[in-house]
Structure formats: structure tokens, C-alpha cells
């Protein structure tokens, strides 16, 4: 029996476009159809539904843990031996495409109908995830579901998470009827790879489609928030006011700089969400609100770009201002296995798909599962780019089935290993 399979490139495509109508918007910016389905928003609950179907459908069993977690299991010749796990999210940014995610979802689910079709019986069970909240954006900490699956972050902590509206997790969870009976703890699987677009632009770069990725980045979100004073825009001499939306602004020129600086090897830094209050043109702002977003493959440097933001903060904290910062999310530099990604090196050559390793610049699932079991990635190269987290996010139906045909190929062996 060969273990070389392709799946079906238009099931796959038509799975990944049928979910991307549910929570799809007309995106003025791009002029294209985007994708808002933030975390357990009803859009969400609805893509969750429809992919809990396509896995019954293919024969899948479902199981639900208590962090919203799902859980499609496909059984092997022995049942008691450990699965191998594949997955990723569904949940996306307010600006999505249809491919973030998604691809490692519906692409395991396609996977097991292709070995229906085959009627290929894998020695170990096969299972497909679907991680809450793995984008962070709505609760605030990233790769959150599979965070607590993997006990580095706790149940009562991620349910009582809010948004901005005051909306707790826990609550969201049960108001959309995904408080599953499973615990949360997710039992060490044998192994676990994950296929998912690359969003960025080495592959189209290197001119391959495949990227058997080697570990990702260490990753650092914080809220800060400014407390001025509001006074009059007009007669609120320079010297009598306490800023805080040009402290704001100071701090992201000061962002910039330390990347700038070289100092802190491949720094990447981000301010993408800012407010200020009260947000009217003729007052001073009396309070601004930011979050920054560091990315780091280094700890050390991460740790020192960190206390370099500190210091800067310290010395806003004169004429006036008062500054508190508030840790969101926080995850070191995680390698993956040397072995699964030789598995998927091997997996890439025998579908004749050129491939190169790199390191994820994303965060993803991965990188939490990985403490559980041996782990790696597949990367399916983008176009324009790479680009991500925007409606323009694409890769081309050829491209998705290649790598998901390396999946395919990569959890069969992966299966029948002892
Ligand atoms: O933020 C990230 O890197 C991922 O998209 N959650
Ligand atoms: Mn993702
Ligand atoms: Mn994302």
C-alpha cells in the first residue's frame, strides 16, 4: 500500500471557501470579500458547527473539552495505542482571509475522507483539532485553547478572560453552547503536525511551495496604558499639559528605534491597537491605550527589548503621567522536532514538492502541542507576499492540496510508527 496519497484539490477548496462565507464581509479597503469571525462570536460558533459536521460526515468521532476545544478522531487498528494529532483554528482576526487556520483544519478533515476513500486503516487513530482563540484578538492571549490543553495556561484563567465589551470567555463558551464535557488537559498524542499558509514571503521568495518549519519565534503582547490630563486645546499652554496621546506616540517612535538600532538581532515590533480619550478634538488626551506586540526568535534579546520598553516608560512618567502596563501573552522561542520534520522533509520528496526549512515568524498551535509530543509544521507558500491577517491573504488551490498532501502522506507514516 502506497502511503504517497493525493487528496481531492477541489473537496478541499470548495470546504475552505464554504467556510470562509461564514462571517464574511465586504472589505471597502481591498474591495474583496474578507473574513470576521473572531473567537466564539456567533460567526465563530457557526464555522464551528459546519466543520463538526464535515467531521461526522467523514466518520470522524467528536468530542468537545471544556475549553471549547474540538476533536475529530478517526480510529486505527489500535485503538489503544496513542493518536497522531493534526489541526489548527478557525477562529480569525476582524480583517481575515480564508486560508489562516483554516487549511490545517480542513485539510486533516480532508485527509481522513481521502483514507475513507482508500479504505486505508492507519495503525495508531488519527485526530483533526480545532483550538479556541488561537488569534487572541478578541480575549486578549494568544494560542489560548491549545494553551490549556496543554496545561501551560489554566481553565479558570481562560474563561475568565473578557473583551472589550466585558464579555468573559466562560460566558461566550456556554452563550454559544461549546462548554464541551471533555477535560481540557489534552492527553500527549504520539505526535503532531500542522499545516498552515506561511503568511509571509520566503517561500514565494525561495520559489518553493512546501516549508517544513523549524520552530517559531518567541512572542510578547502587553496593553500600556497612559493617564494625562484632559485641558483645553486652545488655551492649554505647551509647558502646562500632560500629554498622554504624545506619550503614545513617543513610545512607538521609540519602538521603531529599538528595532532600528539593530540591538536586538530580528526585532519585530508592533503598536496595533491605540486609543485615546476622551477622543475629541479641541482636549488634550487625559488617557491613551496601546498594545505591543514583540516578536523575537531570541529570548535574550526579546528579554532586553522588553526592559528597554520599560526604561522608556519610566521616563514618560514625568511632568504628569502616569503609566501601568498589563502582561497579554508571553511565549519563549519554541523548536520543533528534528524527527517529524525529517518526516516531512521525506513527505515532500516523495510527492517530487521542492521544499526549504524556516522559522515561523506567526505564532500557532504548535508551538503549545509541542510540550506534549514530538511536533512540527508545514508551510504552504502565499501570494502577494505572504500577506496576512487582510482580505488579500491567498494561495492557490494547487498550492493548499500540495501541502496538504504532504500532511496526508507525513501522518500516514507517522501512524504506523511503533
Ligand atoms: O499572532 C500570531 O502570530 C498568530 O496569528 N496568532
Ligand atoms: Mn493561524
Ligand atoms: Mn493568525
Redesign the pocket.
Known sequence: MTDIITVNRDRLWRSLMDLAEIGAYDDERTGLRGVNRLALTDADAAGRRLVISWMEQAGLTVRIDKMGNIYGRRDGADPEARPVLTGSHIDS?ATAGAF?GCLGVLGGIEVLRTLNERGITTRRPIEVAVFTE???VRFGT??LGSAVAANRLTLDYAHALTDRDGATLGAELARTGFVGLAGERLDPPHAYVECHIE?GPVLAQAGVEIGVVTGVQG?SWQEIIIHGRAAHAGTTPTELRADAGLAAAQIIVHLRAMVDSGSYDDLRATVGYLAVHPDLTNIVPARAELTV?LRNPDDTHMARAEQDLAAFLRTLEENGLSISTRRMAKTAYVPFDDTVQKVIARAADDHGLAHISLLSG???DAQEIAVLCPTAMIFVRGEYDGIS?NPREYSTPEACAHGIDVLATTLLRLADQN
Open positions: 482576526v489562516d488561537e488569534e487572541g494568544d494560542m503568511q512572542i506586540d506567526a505564532g500557532h491577517h
